[in-house]
């Protein structure tokens, strides 16, 4: 089946629901069972269309990239000259990367018996410190390009790698001056007052530990660092995720759900319009347009999947539902006309006063990372149990930082 037959078959299932739902709305009257269940399998099957519509296009933009791809655009970075000779990236090369593979397989008896080239090539970066390796380039991009898939954030945000410093420090405007005032030719109008402040971005470590059977490590077909990058990416994406939606901002990022003077107070919370156990249409309306219009444009709906659940049955006053399947190609679902994300760990209880939601412009929520991930070998600690640990260490923090940007939506007290 076609993108294009796909998006057709999900837009007749949408009309379809459509039509149920405003039947009995006419009538007075709630569904019958069997208008629920033929409701609920029409939704869920364009709830599956459109994943796989997600799924088929970032599949066609991969093609497109691959294919437009040059030499000059390439993955490896160009030779760079050293000793008067012309070589690759190391971390990028054949070798690196064969010896890399070799290390995580068998350990530095592998490395001691490899030809001196690759041993040479291996021992060019950060091995001798402590034990660590610092991952060829191709691992480290796979690896940051999966938690990216993962956690939808990440791929809003704006993101900063400290190479240098210990933090990321960002100059704030705390006081506007006034605006101008219309006076005579001579006049200087009032005198205007300019404060700034600042924002500091601290990448704190985070830290996993994945255990591998060394008999699959010896006989899978797959390489033993895709082995490795499964794993780690799923346990880093999730601690992120987390992290950057609920996180306290001690020793962690600070997320957009908790209220906070560093990051989004109290006066961006909503609850106009809403009840005590539900979220209403006019109370999404009023967190809309609690954002000035110029965030609009790159402004996303965030929420659980029991929160867009029943967002998907409210109407407007004009008896117009407030979601919106998008049916042309790269058109995202929409909730009164701004794209949404589903988040596992959003959250999900429709209790008084609490948080359900959350609109804003994510490109003001910061996200710094530092220096290289690193991989550790574990051999000894698992030899009764013949198996073999790897760690995986990064630096990351993350906060949002300017709140008017951010609107959270709140259950009324």
Do not use: C
């Not at 020793?251 to 979220?279: C, H, K, W, Y």
């Amino acid at each position: 089946m076609t993108l294009a037959e796909k998006r057709q078959l999900r837009g007749s299932h949408v009309e379809a629901m459509k039509k149920i739902r405003d039947k009995a709305d006419a009538e007075s009257r709630d569904m019958t069972a069997e208008e629920l269940t033929e409701f609920d399998r029409l939704d869920t099957e364009q709830e599956k269309l459109g994943g796989q519509l997600k799924r088929d296009e970032r599949l066609a933009a991969a093609e497109h990239d691959l294919a437009t791809r040059t030499t000059d655009s390439g993955l490896r970075p160009p030779p760079e000259s050293r000793g008067g000779q012309p070589i690759a990236n190391p971390r990028a090369s054949d070798l690196y990367q064969k010896a890399f593979r070799n290390y995580l397989l068998d350990g530095m008896p592998a490395v001691l018996t490899m030809p001196l080239e690759e041993r040479n090539t291996l021992q060019m970066d950060v091995f001798t410190k402590g034990g660590a390796l610092v991952a060829p380039d191709e691992f480290v991009n796979t690896l940051i390009k999966a938690v990216d898939d993962l956690v939808f954030l990440r791929q809003w945000a704006t993101k900063y790698t400290v190479t240098t410093a210990a933090a990321l420090g960002v100059p704030t405007l705390d006081t506007d001056p006034a605006d101008a005032e219309w006076t005579s030719e001579l006049a200087t109008g009032s005198l205007a007052t300019m404060a700034f402040g600042k924002r500091e971005l601290r990448p704190h470590p985070l830290a996993k530990r994945v255990k591998v059977s060394n008999k699959l490590l010896r006989a899978s077909a797959m390489q033993p660092e895709a082995l490795v990058r499964a794993r780690l990416a799923y346990k880093f994406a999730v601690t992120q995720e987390k992290a950057f939606l609920l996180g306290t901002g001690v020793q962690q990022p600070l997320g957009v759900f908790v209220a906070s003077a560093d990051g989004i107070p109290t006066t961006r919370d909503v609850s106009t319009g809403n009840t005590t156990t539900e979220i209403q249409a006019d109370g999404l309306i009023e967190a809309k347009y609690s954002l000035k219009g110029n965030y609009w444009p790159r402004s996303r709906w965030l929420f659980s999947r029991e929160a867009v659940k029943k967002i998907r049955k409210l109407k407007d006053g004009n008896g117009q539902y407030l979601w919106a399947p998008g049916l042309a190609g790269g058109t995202p679902d929409t909730i009164l006309d701004v794209p949404y994300a589903v988040s596992e760990y959003a959250p999900a209880t429709f209790t008084a006063g609490l948080y359900v939601g959350l609109i804003g412009d994510f490109s003001q929520y910061w996200v710094v990372d530092a220096l290289d991930l690193t991989v550790q070998r574990l051999v000894e600690l698992y030899a009764e149990t013949n198996e073999t640990g790897f760690i995986g260490r990064a630096e990351v923090d993350g906060a949002p930082v300017l709140a008017e940007a951010f609107a959270r939506v709140k259950l009324a007290p």
